[in-house]
């Protein structure tokens, strides 16, 4: 596609569920990565994939969280046993792969959790 | 965690007037990067300066970059009612390797008033 897709849109779930949100990537594109966004803040850094490798999770804040790419190409990004603290908007980027590759993100999932 | 701040928070200016942004950082980097998001939707890439690059232009857009003072600014200049939006600054921290992680900051929402 022309773009980074994510999906779903939005997501409810009740505490307690485990929600699963996709991303695909512009194709070709060998980085991808996860932010996650609070209203009215900037994105933070959960995890990057190089390829199918995730080479940095030190983003991601508890083991609840899990992120997977396994054919290098799209990325699902899961979170077990969800709580309130993990309502945010979650995006994904794609890059080409060098340290000058600008970001294309996805306009992301919204969780929102009840 | 955040790289560092960005001032204003927010900004209110009417169409045709000039916006200036600044961003400040904490630790070396190996370049910054501008983005736009408009509400509800993905990060936009907007312009890369590099670390040994002091000034950089792209149609209404200027950015500066002061290494010694960790800071840097985009000014928009002729502003339009479609700019309203958040810009957000981003660098790519030194010694990351060649993943080009971005971290961002906080934002500056500004409105253009028509």
């Known amino acids: 596609g022309a773009g980074v897709s994510q999906s779903p849109r939005y997501k409810v779930a009740k505490r307690g569920q485990d929600v699963a949100l996709r991303c695909d990537p512009i194709s070709g594109h060998v980085s991808l990565f996860w932010y996650q966004q609070a209203l009215g803040q900037g994105p933070e850094f959960l995890t990057y994939?190089?390829?199918?490798?995730?080479?940095?999770k030190s983003g991601l804040p508890s083991d609840r969280f899990f992120a997977e790419r396994p054919e290098g190409s799209v990325s699902t990004l899961k979170i077990q046993r969800t709580q309130q603290e993990d309502s945010a908007v979650y995006l994904c980027?794609?890059?080409?792969?060098?340290?000058?590759?600008?970001?294309?993100f996805g306009n992301g999932t919204r969780l929102t959790v009840t | 965690s955040q790289q560092g701040e960005e001032d204003p928070q927010a900004l209110s200016i009417q169409e045709g007037e000039n916006a200036t942004m600044n961003c400040s950082y904490k630790?070396?980097?190996?370049?910054l990067q501008w983005y736009r998001q408009n509400s509800g939707r993905g990060l936009v890439h907007l312009i890369l300066?590099?670390?040994?690059?002091r000034e950089k232009h792209s149609g209404r857009l200027r950015v500066t970059l002061d290494t010694s003072k960790k800071s840097s600014s985009l000014l928009i200049t002729a502003s339009r009612a479609a700019d309203t939006a958040s810009y957000f600054c981003?660098?790519?921290?030194?010694?990351?390797?060649?993943?080009?992680?971005?971290?961002f900051g906080q934002g500056t929402t500004l409105q253009v008033k028509p």
């Open positions: 994939f190089q390829n199918e490798a995730q080479l940095d």
């Open positions: 300066i590099r670390s040994n690059e």
């Open positions: 980027a794609s890059s080409l792969g060098s340290i000058n590759s600008p970001l294309h």
């Open positions: 630790t070396s980097i190996n370049n």
């Open positions: 981003a660098t790519v921290p030194g010694g990351s390797g060649n993943t080009g992680k971005l971290i």
